[in-house]
C-alpha cells in the first residue's frame, strides 16, 4: 500500500489524482490533501477518502472545515498547513499539485522529509530547479514527472543512457488560439481563452497554454528534470495532443510516448512507478480511427512568451523567478478581465527588461525577487 498526500486536492491534477486513488483502493490511501477555498471538495475527500490531516489556504475555509471536523482529524491552516500536508509523516508520495511558486517551499520540505514527489507543479522547478534538483539529490528522493511531456520522455528515457541522448522534443498544442492571427489576438476574451482544444485543465494552465508560456515553463522544467542544456530542447506545434514529446538518441532513433489526452495516465504512472497497473477509465488510442497527425514549427514571433522562457532559462540565476512572477501576476490581472491578452506577454517583458540579474539565488532571495516583480507588474495596473 503506498500513501499519497495530494497539495492540491480541488484542482485538475488533484481531482484526478483522487481518480486514480479510487480506482486502485487495494494500492492507494490518501493520508493527507489540501485545498485553497474549495470547502466542499475538501468535505467530499473527507467523507471518500478519510485522510489524516486537511491543509486549507483560505481562512474563512478554514474556520468551516474547522468547525466541521476539528477533533476528528488535524485540519491546518495557511502557508504552514501546506508544508504540514507535504511532511506528514504517514505520507510516501506527495503530489505537488497546487497551481504557482506557492508549491515551492512545501515541495523543498517534502524533500528534505524524504518524500517521493509527483511533480505537477511545473512553476517549483522553473524559479528553483537549482534548489529543488540538489535537494533531491542529496536526499535521495526521486522526482518523478507528472506533466504529460515530461512524463513521456521519462517513460522513453527508461533503460538508455543519458549520454546517448541527442535532444528533447516537447511537443506543444498551439492553445486555444492556435489558428488565429496575432492581430486577432489583441480582441479574445477570456472565455475564450479558456478554451482549450484538448485538455480540460485549471485556469492557470490553460491562459499559460494559449500565451506558450506553458511550453516555455516546460522546457526550463525537462532542462532541470533531464539534464540537458537549452540548445537540446526543442518545440514542435502538434495539434492533436497524441504524442506526448519524444527522444531523439545519438544514431537518429527516435522514441515517442503516444495516447489519448487522459492526465490519469502519467499521474498514475508516477504513482505506480517503476510497475504499470491498468486504468480502465482512461481510453485507449485508436491510430487508425484517428487517421492524420500534424506537426509544424513554432513561430518565436507568435508565441514571444516561448522566446522569454528559452532567453531567461538560458540566462538563468534569477531571470526564471521574475518569469515566473510576472506571468502569475499577469495572467491572474487578465482572467480577473483587468488588462487584454496581449497585455500578459508585454507585462512579462518589461518585468524582465527592468531586473537586474542575480545569480544562483537562494530560497530568501528567490521569495524577495517573487515579491518585488509581483509588486512592480500590479502597479502596472493602476
Ligand atoms: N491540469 C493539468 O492537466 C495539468 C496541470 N499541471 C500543473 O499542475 C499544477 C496544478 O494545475 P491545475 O490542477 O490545472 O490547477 P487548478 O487551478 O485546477 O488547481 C489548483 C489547486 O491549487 C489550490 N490552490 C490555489 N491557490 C492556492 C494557494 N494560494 N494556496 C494553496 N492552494 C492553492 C486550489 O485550491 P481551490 O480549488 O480550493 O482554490 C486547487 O486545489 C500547475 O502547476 C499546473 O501547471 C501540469 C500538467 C497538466
Ligand atoms: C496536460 C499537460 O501536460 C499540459 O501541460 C498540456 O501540455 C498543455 O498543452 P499545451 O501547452 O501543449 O497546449
Ligand atoms: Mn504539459
Not at 493520508?31 to 486549507?56: D, H, M, Q, T, Y
Request: hydrophobic fraction near 45%; glycine fraction near 6%.
Amino acid at each position: 500500500m503506498k500513501y499519497i498526500s495530494i497539495l492540491g486536492a480541488s484542482g485538475s491534477i488533484g481531482t484526478q489524482t483522487l481518480d486514480v486513488i479510487r480506482a486502485h483502493p487495494d494500492k492507494f490511501r490518501l493520508a493527507a490533501a489540501s485545498v485553497g477555498k474549495n470547502v466542499e471538495a475538501a468535505r467530499r475527500l473527507i467523507a471518500e477518502f478519510s485522510p489524516r490531516l486537511v491543509a486549507v489556504a483560505d481562512r474563512g475555509a478554514y474556520e468551516t472545515l474547522y468547525s466541521e471536523y476539528g477533533g476528528r482529524l488535524a485540519i491546518v491552516y495557511g502557508e504552514e498547513g501546506l508544508v504540514e500536508a507535504a511532511v506528514c509523516s504517514e505520507a510516501d508520495i506527495v503530489v505537488t499539485a497546487v497551481v504557482g511558486s506557492i508549491g515551492l517551499v512545501p515541495t523543498l520540505k517534502a524533500i528534505e522529509a524524504g518524500k517521493t514527489i509527483a511533480l505537477a507543479n511545473k512553476e517549483t522547478l522553473v524559479v528553483a530547479g537549482h534548489l529543488v534538483t540538489a535537494a533531491a539529490e542529496k536526499h535521495n528522493v526521486p522526482l518523478l514527472p507528472v506533466d504529460s511531456e515530461h512524463s513521456a520522455i521519462f517513460q522513453c528515457l527508461q533503460g538508455e543512457k543519458h549520454e546517448h541522448v541527442e535532444k528533447l522534443i516537447l511537443t506543444a498544442s498551439g492553445g486555444s488560439f492556435r489558428d488565429k492571427t496575432r492581430e486577432e489576438l489583441a480582441h479574445v476574451t477570456v472565455e475564450e481563452a479558456l478554451c482549450h482544444p484538448n485538455w480540460s485543465m485549471g485556469a492557470k494552465i490553460t491562459i499559460d497554454s494559449a500565451t506558450m508560456m506553458n511550453k516555455g515553463f516546460e522546457v526550463i522544467e525537462a532542462h532541470w528534470l533531464f539534464r540537458l542544456p537549452y540548445e537540446r530542447i526543442e518545440v514542435v506545434l502538434h495539434r492533436e495532443s497524441v504524442i506526448h514529446s519524444l527522444v531523439e538518441f545519438r544514431d537518429t532513433s527516435v522514441l515517442a510516448q503516444l495516447g489519448t489526452p487522459d492526465m490519469r495516465v502519467p499521474i498514475q504512472y508516477a504513482l505506480t512507478y517503476p510497475e504499470r497497473l491498468p486504468l480502465s477509465v482512461a481510453k485507449p488510442l485508436n491510430l487508425a480511427t484517428l487517421g492524420t497527425l500534424h506537426f509544424a514549427p513554432v513561430d518565436f514571433d507568435r508565441y514571444r512568451c516561448l522566446r522569454f522562457a528559452y532567453e531567461a532559462g538560458k540566462r538563468g540565476g534569477s531571470l526564471p523567478v521574475v518569469l515566473n512572477a510576472a506571468n502569475e501576476e499577469a495572467v491572474a490581472a487578465f482572467l480577473a478581465g483587468r488588462i487584454p491578452f496581449l497585455a500578459i506577454e508585454e507585462w512579462i517583458e518589461r518585468a524582465l527588461e527592468r531586473h537586474r540579474l542575480v545569480s544562483d539565488p537562494q530560497l530568501e532571495e528567490i521569495r524577495e525577487i517573487d515579491a518585488d516583480t509581483r509588486a512592480y507588474v500590479r502597479s502596472l495596473l493602476s
